[in-house]
């Protein structure tokens, strides 16, 4: 099945991920009042719309500011980089169990956008003039050496980041040497879309 590459397919239809893409059974179908809500306050700062990980990503000034991604049970606007915000508001949680810094914000109803919106734009805010800056977050020394680019895609994929944290470790390493080859970004995001199936299968990265 082909992911997206669009983001009105995304509002419209899904991510593509699975075969309850362009049905009602979508998830995105259940929050549509609350995703666009989301959408809107990130075009309303100025962010560049484009698709990453099959999903709606928000960017400036060449860097990834934040992601909307919708589940069974809940809606999320995830913030890249997130150890570079101050949450003020105490609104952030943990996007996964790779996650080493609480940068996701969870809706389990259409209706908690709005009274959020103000601190939304203070966080998004907060991540582009650090975008326009350069500044960096400082980097967190793993047990394993995970690309960026796999990290922010279990990030953005529970169920991609359950089946490969139930990996052995062999396996998991398996994956991350292989990625650290590819010298492009574009090349290692192309690679884990590649191996996806296979992590969800329980495989390594060199198993058929």
């Known amino acids: 099945m082909a992911m997206i590459s669009n983001a009105d397919e995304f509002f419209s239809k899904g991510c593509g991920r699975c075969v309850r ?7 995105t179908r259940l929050w549509t009042d609350g995703l666009n809500d989301l959408r809107r306050i990130c075009l309303d700062m100025g962010l560049d719309e ?3 990980w099959a999903h709606p990503t928000y960017m400036h000034a060449g860097r990834n500011i934040a992601l909307i991604s919708a589940f069974r049970d809940d809606f999320r606007l995830s913030f890249m980089n997130p150890s570079l915000l101050n949450d003020t508001e105490g609104v952030l ?3 996964g169990p790779n996650s080493l810094t609480p940068g996701t914000i969870r809706f ?10 103000p601190v ?14 350069g500044t960096q977050p400082v980097k967190v020394v793993r047990e394993i050496d995970m690309p960026d680019e796999l990290a922010e895609a279990l990030d953005a994929d529970p169920e991609l980041a359950e089946a ?3 990996l052995t470790p062999g396996r998991q390493r398996s994956y991350m040497f292989n990625l650290n ?4 970004s574009a090349t290692r995001m192309a690679r884990i879309e590649k191996f996806r199936d296979k992590i969800i299968s329980g495989k390594g990265a060199m198993e058929r």
């Open 108 to 117: 389990t109803d259409v209706g908690q956008v709005s009274p959020l919106g």
């Open 181 to 184: 080859q590819a010298k492009q």
């Open 50 to 52: 484009v698709v990453k």
């Open 164 to 166: 490969f944290h139930a």
């Open 93 to 95: 949680v943990p996007q």
């Open 21 to 27: 893409f362009a049905t009602l059974d979508c998830s």
């Open 120 to 133: 939304i734009r203070s966080y998004l805010r907060q991540l582009m003039d650090h975008a326009e800056a």
